[in-house]
């Protein structure tokens, strides 16, 4: 991506300034994080006590937040792009301008931790996961998704959706993906107990969405594709899993 003249490296932070007005259009270049927003938060159970917190790390524009209301949680969100936390806080979110691997929060205070398509994008994973799993009370839950470091997820995450034109170019490094087996021994190492999936979109609902978006047509409200399960987790997984108390 280009910046000012510039070629951004992949996986710069400055890509989300460029982006910033894609956050919230339902068909723009950032359509699947709004997919997987959804998916994540069905993996969200309602609160279970007044003042329940939700942690959002990596939260972006607030994507996640209508997803959550009327579960009863206080959703604060963790980003380091500005121009995405004004547009959380528009939508509700309490916005912490911070840094994943270091997020400035105390230990043990958040009821769910979500990380969302955030994992990919972070230097040090692992740091992120110990920074997950300490805000996290005992009995907290841990909701995530991120692609897998083998290559399948490099051909079709990159090779292949970057020719899309909704796929912005150099968004992700695939030198940061995740493999979940060393995740889920991560998580371990923390008192979490991770439960990965892998996910996808929905075969019928994608093919109507790209046919729309080659033919310029809208997405009609409750028409976008859904993310489901599947037996692979080579590409896109899903995780969740409880901190030991």
């Given at each position: 991506?280009?910046?000012?003249?510039?070629?951004?490296?992949?996986?710069?932070?400055?890509?989300?300034?460029?982006?910033?007005?894609?956050?919230?259009?339902?068909?723009?270049?950032?359509?699947?994080?709004?997919?997987?927003?959804?998916?994540?938060?069905?993996?969200?159970?309602?609160?279970?006590?007044?003042?329940?917190?939700?942690?959002?790390?990596?939260?972006?524009?607030?994507?996640?937040?209508?997803?959550?209301?009327?579960?009863?949680?206080?959703?604060?969100?963790?980003?380091?792009?500005?121009?995405?936390?004004?547009?959380?806080?528009?939508?509700g979110v309490t916005a912490v301008?911070?840094?994943?691997?270091?997020?400035?929060?105390?230990?043990?205070?958040?009821?769910?931790?979500?990380a969302g398509e955030l994992l990919?994008?972070?230097?040090?994973?692992?740091?992120?996961?110990?920074?997950?799993?300490?805000?996290?009370?005992?009995?907290?839950?841990?909701?995530?998704?991120?692609?897998?470091?083998?290559?399948?997820?490099?051909?079709?995450?990159?090779?292949?959706?970057?020719?899309?034109?909704?796929?912005?170019?150099?968004?992700?490094?695939?030198?940061?993906?995740?493999?979940?087996?060393?995740?889920?021994?991560?998580?371990?190492?923390?008192?979490?107990?991770?439960?990965?999936?892998?996910?996808?979109?929905?075969?019928?609902?994608?093919?109507?969405?790209?046919?729309?978006?080659?033919?310029?047509?809208?997405?009609?409200?409750?028409?976008?594709?859904?993310?489901?399960?599947?037996?692979?987790?080579?590409?896109?997984?899903?995780?969740?899993?409880?901190?030991?108390?």
């Open positions: 991506m280009r910046d000012a003249g510039r070629v951004l490296p992949r996986n710069d932070p400055r890509q989300y300034d460029d982006l910033a007005d894609e956050w919230w259009r339902p068909d723009g270049v950032f359509a699947m994080l709004h997919w997987l927003a959804r998916a994540r938060a069905a993996l969200v159970p309602p609160a279970t006590r007044p003042g329940a917190l939700l942690v959002d790390l990596g939260c972006g524009a607030g994507l996640l937040a209508t997803h959550l209301a009327g579960k009863g949680y206080r959703h604060v969100g963790v980003d380091l792009t500005r121009s995405a936390l004004a547009q959380a806080a528009a939508h301008n911070g840094d994943a691997t270091a997020v400035p929060l105390v230990d043990g205070c958040a009821d769910v931790v979500a990919e994008h972070v230097p040090d994973w692992r740091a992120a996961v110990a920074e997950a799993c300490r805000l996290l009370r005992p009995g907290g839950l841990l909701v995530l998704d991120t692609l897998n470091d083998t290559a399948l997820a490099r051909l079709v995450a990159v090779r292949v959706a970057e020719r899309l034109p909704t796929v912005p170019r150099g968004i992700h490094d695939p030198r940061l993906f995740v493999d979940d087996r060393e995740l889920v021994a991560e998580c371990a190492r923390h008192g979490v107990d991770l439960r990965v999936r892998g996910v996808r979109p929905a075969v019928p609902g994608l093919l109507r969405w790209l046919f729309r978006q080659a033919t310029g047509a809208a997405t009609p409200a409750g028409q976008a594709p859904r993310i489901v399960p599947t037996g692979s987790r080579a590409v896109l997984y899903q995780g969740h899993g409880v901190r030991g108390g």
